[in-house]
């Protein structure tokens, strides 16, 4: 990864590092696929993003599989929702490593909510760039940011990664969903590396690499925990959640422009994603 450069004060920058210095925090996130900054939004970010949320998560949202979780309720298409998310998926301190790690043309591949409800078990093992069905192992070819509106506890179902899983040569490890069935999980012997359930306090932030297998851990508490994941691709690949049909046009022309261009409505050098052979973004000023 390249050193991301940061659009605010260096004092803020700092607290946010928590003490580190960037270059360890690097090292730390090349060495094990991820890192984790305590406390980055605010109580008030932190509010407002559950209040947004809070309509959409009384709803009947259950996951349909084991992979999403059939104890737990997932809102997609949260551009859509409210604006509120953008700040999130833009943050100055989130976004620029993103940039670094797949491209100042990257995209949006991914954002949702996630709450897990008490009961909910172990997600299968999984690592978020493997639909590209690029071979392993290879550089990644996303970057997943976890947002902790809640405390995430080793009870609660804080996220479980592999550390340093991102540099392993296998497609499939034992525990990990299948991909013909997001019910089965795949058998053998046991993992090379042991768990870590990544604790957080509300507010954090951890990023990690789109090769890093990790899996949402079992809430075994009386209490829901809920996170924000967006995620990103490079510019010139597929996004998982299809954005400009999940973000309707006029919901979209009232966002930041970057949130626009994170959205597709932007070209990959030096034409891919042109539409009419045309920059995307008239069309937003069209209508």
Not at 215 to 220: E, F, K, P, V
Request: net charge negative; with cysteine.
């Amino acid at each position: 990864m390249q050193l991301p450069s940061f659009d605010v004060d260096q004092a803020t920058v700092q607290q946010w590092l928590g003490g580190r210095s960037l270059e360890s925090v690097l090292e730390q996130y090349e060495e094990q696929g991820y890192v984790v900054f305590e406390r980055v939004l605010s109580d008030a970010q932190i509010e407002a993003a559950r209040a947004a949320l809070a309509p959409f998560l009384e709803l009947d949202l259950s996951g349909r599989n084991e992979f999403e979780g059939k104890r737990s309720k997932r809102v997609y298409a949260m551009l859509d929702k409210s604006p509120v998310f953008a700040d999130l998926v833009t943050h100055p301190f989130l976004l620029p490593f993103a940039e670094a790690e797949v491209g100042a043309s990257c995209l949006l591949s991914a954002c949702l909510a996630i709450q897990l409800e008490p009961g909910e078990t172990r997600q299968p093992w999984h690592f978020d760039d493997a639909h590209l069905e690029i071979p392993r192992p290879r550089p990644a070819y996303g970057l997943s940011a976890f947002w902790a509106v809640d405390d995430t506890t080793v009870e609660n179902g804080a996220t479980e990664v592999l550390p340093g899983s991102h540099r392993w040569s296998q497609e499939i490890i034992p525990g990990a969903v299948s991909k013909d069935d997001m019910n089965q999980q795949a058998q053998g012997d046991k993992l090379s590396a042991e768990p870590v359930a990544v604790t957080m306090p509300a507010g954090s932030l951890m990023i990690a690499k789109g090769t890093l297998w990790h899996r949402g851990g079992a809430n075994n508490s009386d209490q829901s925990r809920l996170i924000i994941t967006p995620q990103y691709c490079p510019g010139w690949a597929r996004q998982l959640e299809n954005m400009l049909l999940a973000v309707r046009p006029e919901r979209a022309a009232k966002l930041p422009v970057r949130v626009q261009e994170l959205l597709g409505y932007n070209v990959h050098p030096p034409f891919m994603g042109y539409v009419d052979g045309m920059h995307p973004n008239r069309i937003l000023k069209s209508d």
